[in-house]
């Protein structure tokens, strides 16, 4: 429960600048099959959209999944509130929307973002900062 940033920028027009923020359930069972976690954006953008809550997990060989089709069931404490991800403005931003991730180096990684199993034109680049 306390959380690991992963400095992003990503491929868009605007709000190219953001961070995914992960963490480990307190359930140790949990916390072996995957990771919880949200993106950490500037204060307009996490008013208005909303935070993008999401589970991660492994998915194929050397890669992970970000699925915002899941939630956490919980945040560490004094974290934005868990909202559906079909909530506010998140709707269009990170419903249905799942993230490849493949790691480039022990704490770089590369994603693509996909909807509902369509590919969007959008890359991104995660670095680990702890």
Known sequence: MTGVPHEGRNSLLLFTHFAKVCYRPADPAVAAKELWGFNRNDLLVQTAVGPGYYVAYPHGQGEVLIDYTRLPTQAPSGWPKILRNDQRLSR???????????????????????????????WFILCRTE
């Open 92 to 122: 269009l931003v990170y419903n249905g929307t799942q993230d490849l991730l493949r790691g480039v180096s022990k704490h770089v990684t590369i994603g693509r973002a996909s909807r509902k199993g369509k590919n969007l034109d959008n």
